[in-house]
């Protein structure tokens, strides 16, 4: 078991008592076995001399699509309907396995860079395996499942599937992947929104999600628009039809939340739904701003996600966090969302929302060792006399401050260097494919398909 001793940091553990010092941190195998002040441990494999350095918990995002990652830029100035319609899903059509595989890369190499050490995922119709290839070498934890779409309009030929066809698919990947690495990777079923699922595919998913203990990530009230379908195919709005159909409860994981009713935010609390609140992408698509503090005084588990990186259009947990504590201040007031308030969404709330917060999300003896060690030695970071550690991070810190990554024990960037994915060949085959995606995008002739490469860019 290789042991690791992290020395002379100043530590931040997001412990109960919110613990903020100078010292170390011993490491056994993938788990923290002491963190206090001054330890002594000479024998260990690996030391690493954190002075002048934070050690925080790994950040945690809790709504990702790693499958959109080389969709960057094919998706601006559009709003969420016509942003699925005429972008992402015939994009996500004309994936194949090599391009899940690049794009899910992509992805998990930028998160890693920016301190990230835990996702919840949701992927495409098909070619899930790759992107569950991808998260076992890069070293992320992550919860993650097949995008399950059994109705709706405009959807693309090869996005369309039977309820049948979903339900056995997605049970095939529970049963491949859940608790891979010692629970490191952890499955969860994924109904894309309610447009897109009928009602038999939606109660089938809170069966399985009830016998075998798993989650459900979905979208909910994103969209005023998304909103009005919902009302006119089942007379309810969103957050009511999920707690209708018994998806509503500690194990549903909802992303966005923007527009919700006073009875939608009741159902949130009583039911202990977790809310991941995506403050860049809600911008971008026009989509709103999510009433995070109304939510948070209800005793929500919120947390923070960047979405995917074609509604964003960069998954760094730095800029999400400096987004979610500014948003709030001109209508709810400066002190609405402060930086530790968003600080420990990011961390112990993402760990919360995924059932984890006796193994992650904070640094304390018997948890796992997932952290990030930041340098925040520079010109945009100063000074740093009398000011709160927390505060400088939040609305001062980059992701370029990340020095190195811990996930599961395991170094997988240490001082700016990846160590799980090599940079070069996913850079280039991230490219490849996405040239070979826009040559393919169903109904499009190749002059269009050159248009659309030239606007592109590509």
């Known amino acids: 078991m290789e042991t690791t001793w992290i020395r002379n940091a100043e530590i931040i553990t997001m412990n109960e008592n919110d613990d903020q010092f100078t010292g170390d941190i011993f490491i056994e195998g993938d788990t923290i076995s002491e963190i206090g002040p001054q330890l002594f441990h000479p024998e260990a494999d690996r030391v690493i001399d954190a002075t002048d350095r934070v050690v925080i918990p790994g950040l945690i995002q809790t709504h990702i699509h790693l499958c959109q990652t080389i969709f960057r830029g094919k998706g601006d100035d559009l709003e969420l309907m016509d942003w699925l319609k005429k972008r992402i899903w015939p994009l996500e059509a004309a994936h194949d396995e090599d391009s899940i595989y690049y794009s899910a890369m992509l992805g998990l190499g930028e998160m890693i860079r920016s301190g990230t050490t835990a996702i919840v995922d949701m992927e495409t119709v098909h070619h899930t395996d790759a992107a569950f290839r991808a998260i076992e070498q890069s070293g992320m934890r992550a919860l993650s499942g097949k995008v399950m779409m059994d ?12 309820t049948a066809a979903s339900l056995k698919e997605s049970q095939a990947l529970m ?33 399985l999600s009830t016998a075998y203990g798993t989650y459900v990530h979905t979208h909910a009230s994103e969209n005023r628009g998304e909103i009005a379908i919902v009302e006119q195919e089942t007379g309810m709005r969103n957050v009511e039809y999920l707690d209708h159909l018994g998806l509503a409860n500690e194990r549903l994981i909802l992303a966005h939340c923007v527009w919700l009713n006073d009875n939608e935010r009741r159902i949130l609390r009583d039911r202990r739904v977790n809310v991941t609140h995506c403050p860049g992408s809600n911008m971008k698509l026009a989509s709103g701003t999510a009433d995070v503090p109304a939510m948070l005084d209800a005793h929500v588990c919120v947390s923070l996600g960047a979405d995917g990186a074609p509604c964003n259009n960069n998954l760094d947990m730095m800029n999400e966090m400096r987004l979610a504590a500014l948003i709030h201040k001109p209508e709810h007031g400066p002190t609405s969302m402060d930086a530790r308030t968003v600080f420990r969404m990011a961390t112990i709330g993402g760990a919360k929302a995924m059932g984890m917060e006796e193994e992650i999300g904070s640094l304390e003896a018997g948890k796992k060792a997932d952290l990030a060690i930041l340098n925040l030695n520079d010109f945009h970071m100063y000074p740093k006399h009398d000011v709160d550690t927390i505060s400088r991070i939040v609305y001062s810190a980059t992701r370029a ?39 393919r995008i169903p109904g499009l002739s190749a002059e269009r398909a050159g248009r659309m490469e030239d606007k592109f860019h590509v």
């Open 151 to 162: 109705k709706g309009d405009e959807v693309p030929e090869k996005l369309q599937e039977t």
């Open 175 to 207: 049963e491949r992947w859940h608790g891979k690495d010692n629970g490191r990777i952890q499955y969860a079923y994924s109904p894309r929104f309610v447009i897109s699922c009928t009602e038999e595919l939606l109660r089938e998913v809170a069966a």
């Open 401 to 439: 401050d990340v020095e190195s990554t811990m996930i599961h024990g395991r170094l997988v960037m240490d001082n700016h260097q990846l160590k799980t994915i090599e940079k070069d060949v996913v850079l280039r085959g991230a490219d490849d494919a996405i040239r070979r995606l826009i040559g």
